[in-house]
């Protein structure tokens, strides 16, 4: 591929998924450049990921002072390889619950936002139980409904931007932090009247460490979601 791919990872306590999740990256898109954005994680993640940097030129590190949320750790490396002059720039978990191998097919889409999708046809989750599937579909449903977007997954964590989308679209600052925040971009992008496809993925629970998902993350959507409808400040077409 000519032009750079730029992969972000952002970690908290990710030391048992993160090396595997980089080399199988690196594997999926030669040529890839990963961003890997630390929040000083107390579990040695930011030491993994400075001998990942040593071994591979690919692979970059941003140490960051502390836990400041997922919203502003992506914000950070977004802004970052735009300055190094990304063309496409591709958002992932680094639990190993989004498949690096998927990438490649986010990467041929012409689409200004490709979102690996779970809840369209052949997409799928594995290893949630009943409830969690239940209360992911149902946060869907929600801000889907609310927002009035043709977006099935609007919550999904594994995206492929176009950078000239990206720069449109990503403001100076998020009204939200938590997952919410997945939510406000891609509603941002549909109202610039910009292209979102949605590409099925299957999404696999994580199996080492604990989500990051909490009472206050959620707590955040239910009002980000209805706060974003309303919202004055947003562009439209």
Same mark, same amino acid.
Request: with cysteine; aromatic share 6%.
């Given at each position: 591929m000519s032009a750079p791919v730029w992969v972000?990872?952002?970690?908290?306590?990710?030391?048992?998924?993160?090396?595997?999740v980089v080399r199988r990256v690196l594997a999926a898109v030669p040529g890839a450049h990963v961003l890997v954005v630390d929040d000083a994680s107390p579990d040695g993640t930011g030491?993994?990921?400075?001998?990942?940097?040593?071994?591979?030129?690919?692979?970059?590190?941003?140490?960051r002072a502390g836990k400041a949320g997922?919203?502003?750790?992506?914000?950070?490396?977004?802004?970052h390889a735009l #300055?190094?002059?990304a063309a496409r720039v591709i958002q992932m978990d680094s639990d190993l619950s989004h498949d690096p191998?998927?990438?490649?097919?986010?990467?041929?889409?012409?689409?200004?936002?490709?979102? +690996?999708?779970r809840y369209v046809p052949r997409g799928g989750v594995e290893g949630w139980g009943a409830l969690r599937r239940a209360v992911s579909r149902a946060g869907c449903e929600y801000a889907r409904r609310?927002?009035?977007?043709?977006?099935?997954?609007?919550?999904?964590?594994? #995206?492929?931007? &176009?950078?000239?989308?990206l720069a449109a679209v990503v403001p100076a600052r998020l &009204?939200?932090?938590?997952?919410?925040?997945?939510?406000?971009?891609?509603?941002?992008?549909? #109202?610039? +009247?910009?292209?979102?496809?949605?590409?099925?993925?299957?999404?696999?629970?994580?199996?080492h460490g604990r989500s990051k998902m909490s009472a206050r993350i959620a707590l955040e959507a239910a009002w980000v979601v209805p706060a974003l409808r309303f919202a004055r400040d947003?562009?439209?077409t």
């Open positions: 972000i990872l952002p970690t908290y306590d990710e030391a048992a998924t993160l090396e595997p030491a993994i990921a400075d001998r990942l940097a040593a071994e591979h030129t690919g692979v970059e590190v941003l140490h997922l919203g502003s750790a992506y914000l950070a490396g977004f802004a #300055r190094a002059g191998a998927d990438l490649p097919r986010l990467l041929v889409s012409d689409a200004a936002l490709a979102i +690996g999708s609310v927002l009035g977007a043709p977006v099935r997954d609007l919550t999904s964590g594994i #995206r492929c931007w &176009r950078a000239d989308a &009204r939200s932090q938590g997952y919410a925040f997945q939510v406000e971009l891609a509603y941002r992008t549909l #109202r610039r +009247g910009l292209s979102v496809e949605e590409i099925p993925i299957v999404f696999r629970g994580r199996e947003l562009p439209t």
